[in-house]
C-alpha cells in the first residue's frame, strides 16, 4: 500500500523559510516522479514543482527562484525548501508521486504566511 506523509509546514513571516519533507512508503519510489501541489484558500489546486529520478526539476512560474524540490532516493523522500515566502503562497501543499500508472497523494501540510 503506497503511503505519502508529509510534514514541515507551519506559520512564518513574510520573507521567511519553511522546508517541506514528503515521504513515501509500501514500494521503491526511486525511480518514480515525486511533485508538489498546493491549493490555497478559495483557489483551485495549483501545481508548483516535480522532480525526476534522476534529478531533473520543473517549477512553476510563480514559485521559480524561491522554492528548490529536491530528493533522497534511497529514503524515498522528497522534499520542498521555500524561501522568500509570500502571503499568497499561503495554501495546503500536497506531495504526489506516480506509480505504476496511478498518482497518489499525501493528506497536506498547512502553510500561513503572515506577520
Known amino acids: 500500500q503506497v503511503q505519502l506523509v508529509e510534514s514541515g509546514g507551519g506559520l512564518v513571516q513574510p520573507g521567511g523559510s519553511l522546508t517541506l519533507s514528503c515521504a513515501a512508503s509500501?514500494?521503491?519510489?526511486?525511480?518514480?516522479?515525486m511533485g508538489w501541489y498546493r491549493q490555497g484558500p478559495g483557489k483551485q489546486r495549483e501545481w508548483v514543482a516535480q522532480?525526476?529520478?534522476?534529478?531533473?526539476?520543473n517549477y512553476a512560474d510563480s514559485v521559480k527562484g524561491r522554492f528548490t524540490i529536491s530528493r533522497h532516493s534511497t529514503k524515498n523522500t522528497a522534499y520542498l525548501q521555500m524561501n522568500s515566502l509570500k502571503p499568497e503562497d499561503t495554501a495546503v501543499y500536497y506531495c504526489?508521486?506516480?506509480?505504476?500508472?496511478?498518482?497518489?497523494w499525501g493528506q497536506g501540510t498547512q502553510v500561513t504566511v503572515s506577520s
Open positions: 509500501g514500494s521503491d519510489f526511486s525511480l518514480r516522479v
Open positions: 522532480i525526476s529520478s534522476y534529478g531533473s526539476t
Open positions: 504526489y508521486i506516480n506509480h505504476m500508472g496511478d498518482r497518489y
